[in-house]
Each structure stands twice: as C-alpha cells, then as structure tokens.
C-alpha cells in the first residue's frame, strides 16, 4: 500500500517538473513580499466592512502566480532587480534621515545652491564660509 503512494507522488512530482521547464518559476523578493501584503490584505478584510482588501490581495495573488508561471524570465528576474534597487535606495534615504535627525541639535543640514549637494556644519559657529566637496563652490552660511 505504502508503495503505491510513493510511486504515485513520484509521478505528481515529475508532472509539476516537466510543467514549470522553463518557466520563471521562484519566489524572489518581490513575490515574496507580494505574498506578504496579500496576507496583511487578507487579515485586514477580516476587520473591514467592505471587501476591497479581498479584491486587492486576490489581485495580488493572480500577479504572484502571473509572475511565478511566465515563460517571459529575463523581464521577470530584471522586475526583481528593479524592486531590489528601489528597497536599498528607500533604506538608504530613510537611514540618513534617521541620522540627520540624531544629529539635529549638533549639526545643521543644507544643501550646496550650485549642486545641490547635502551639506552639514556644527551648530554655533555663526556666519560661516563652506567649501562644497563636491563642486568647489564657495559660499557663505549661518549655522
């Protein structure tokens, strides 16, 4: 009996395989967090009233399974590389806020007027004039 079933799963399993040959067929990171807010959705329809959470989270489903079964992989792996480089530019911008904001009471921020470039100085000093690293541009500022 128990051989049966083994051989029986033996065959589900090669028919899955020969299914996804060729296909994007992972879970990387944008899947997985897709799959994570369709679970925040999902847990979220539970307490709303109406079922627009439901209707998001399936939708996020049917892209999961869209981007999972495409044959299309290159676009689908540059998808990911895309979203990847967005989450580490957002961590890096939310990082050096989170330090601008430890060091509001020593340093005051600005940026260089020819460059743009963001700029700090110790609190205190007075009328100052700064050397931009970036650009060279000298300039005169009130700290």
């Known amino acids: 009996m128990g051989q049966i079933w083994l051989e029986r799963l033996l065959r589900w399993n090669a028919k899955i395989q020969k299914l996804l040959v060729g296909r994007y067929a992972r879970m990387d990171q944008l899947n997985n967090t897709l799959m994570k807010g369709s ?51 957002l961590k890096k911008k939310l990082s050096t806020t989170k330090e601008k904001f430890q060091e509001r009471k020593t340093y005051a921020f600005f940026k260089c007027p020819n460059c743009k470039q963001q700029l700090r100085a110790p609190k205190g000093k007075g009328l100052i004039k700064v050397t931009c690293s970036t650009c060279k541009e000298q300039f005169n500022k009130t700290v």
């Open 39 to 89: 679970l925040v959705l999902l847990l979220l329809n539970l307490f709303l009233p109406t079922s627009i959470a439901f209707w998001l989270a399936a939708a996020l489903l049917l892209w999961i399974n869209y981007r999972f079964f495409s044959k299309r992989i290159y676009p689908r792996s540059n998808e990911n590389t895309r979203y990847v480089l967005k989450v580490q530019q």
